[in-house]
């Protein structure tokens, strides 16, 4: 967080600047820090009591602007910093999360079907104890209920012979729990009603739950272009930094790189998106957001080959093809006058 306040009184943005961060940033010590000069939306972890309780509420859930999410809008105070919170529920996140919990589902079912057999083994010394015991060991089961639960008592010989019990022998009872298991249906339904939900926070009390949300998603653009910086093909892993202002002088390249990398990206989306055009991907079929890493991979086999004839040079573009030359088009009359193809 210190160094986050540092980079931020360097960069002299506007007070309207929204910081983008994830639930790690949520905590005490960072939310006291960030204070209320400092305009931020961050995730809310969902381990927290607060967002565990709020979650768990009967929430009357609105559509947002985006009608593949739900909301609903609170306020908060948490460590003293008046904030407002807001619950989505994604549909896509929920649909993806729901296969997920099902096959969570079927595998818990058959190993809760496995310890009740060990459970239903097990001798207690008297019928409150095995009664306990049932609902300690059910408790750890929130999916799933007991199917007629009851406790039976053994009698049973002292030494572990086999054979019948002489006259006289001394026998001791036992109680064993005696049940079934099912789905509880109920708690399984409310469980998945609650898939796809999470929580975003705001110190801007003012903000709107769109805008917040708007914002929050735009942070996988920046998570994007820390993927292309972490990419093995610069090997930036392999230059080792001690001083602290070589370390941010490496950083500052690597960002420029990266913003001359995105420029490029922006302006082909851009103009496939105003033309229809679309470029081959690496299956072979059809996209309209191509990354400029593909891009440059598709040009890696064009070479600039110079030609001398009775003393006369002529420059020739090889290996050109017609995507390619769809994708000089786009970028526009420079790029076609660099490879030639004006006119």
């Known amino acids: 967080m210190e160094s986050f306040l540092k980079i931020k009184?360097?960069?002299?943005?506007?007070d309207a600047a929204y910081y983008i961060a994830d639930s790690a940033v949520y905590s005490e010590k960072n939310i006291r820090q960030l204070g209320t000069e400092t305009l931020w939306i961050t995730r809310v972890p969902a381990t927290l009591n607060e967002c565990k309780r709020l979650i768990d509420s009967d929430l009357d859930m609105v559509e947002c602007?985006?009608?593949?999410y739900k909301c609903f809008s609170t306020t908060s105070n948490y460590e003293d910093i008046n904030q407002k919170l807001?619950?989505?529920?994604?549909?896509?996140?929920?649909?993806?999360?729901?296969?997920?919990?099902?096959?969570?589902?079927?595998?818990?079912?058959?190993q809760a079907e496995k310890d009740l057999v060990k459970l239903k083994r097990r001798e207690f010394a008297c019928e409150a104890d095995a009664i306990k015991e049932a609902e300690?060991?059910?408790?750890?089961?929130?999916?799933?209920r007991f199917k007629d639960l009851s406790v039976k008592s053994v009698v049973k010989k002292v030494e572990k012979k086999r054979r019948r019990p002489k006259n006289g022998e001394k026998l001791i009872e036992v109680y064993l729990i005696d049940a079934g298991i099912e789905l509880d249906y109920d708690e399984v339904l409310k469980?998945?009603?609650?898939?796809?939900?999470f929580i975003l926070a705001s110190n801007d009390l003012n903000i709107d739950p769109d805008t917040i949300l708007s914002n929050y998603k735009g942070q996988q653009e920046v998570e994007r272009g820390f993927r292309f910086l972490k990419d093995k093909s610069f090997r930036v892993a392999e230059v080792y930094l001690k001083k602290e202002e070589r370390i941010e002088a490496l950083a500052m390249i690597m960002v420029l790189t990266l913003m001359i990398y995105s420029i490029p990206e922006w302006l082909i989306r851009k103009r496939i998106r105003e033309t229809g055009e679309t470029v081959p991907n690496q299956?072979?079929?059809?996209?309209?957001?191509?990354?400029?890493?593909?891009?440059?991979?598709?040009?890696?086999?064009?070479?600039?080959?110079?030609?001398?004839?009775?003393?006369?040079?002529h420059l020739k573009i090889a290996n050109l093809n017609d995507n390619l030359v769809r994708i000089i088009r786009l970028l526009g009359k420079d790029c076609e006058k660099y490879y030639g193809l004006e006119g």
């Open 191 to 197: 469980e998945k009603s609650k898939l796809g939900m």
């Open 136 to 144: 300690l060991w059910i408790a750890k089961l929130p999916l799933h």
């Open 9 to 14: 009184g360097g960069l002299h943005l506007d």
């Open 283 to 313: 299956l072979k079929k059809q996209n309209q957001k191509p990354t400029f890493k593909w891009i440059a991979f598709l040009f890696m086999g064009v070479a600039e080959v110079i030609v001398w004839i009775n003393g006369e040079m």
């Open 86 to 110: 807001v619950v989505y529920q994604s549909e896509p996140m929920q649909a993806r999360m729901e296969k997920t919990f099902e096959k969570r589902l079927e595998k818990e079912d058959r």
């Open 65 to 68: 602007f985006d009608p593949r």
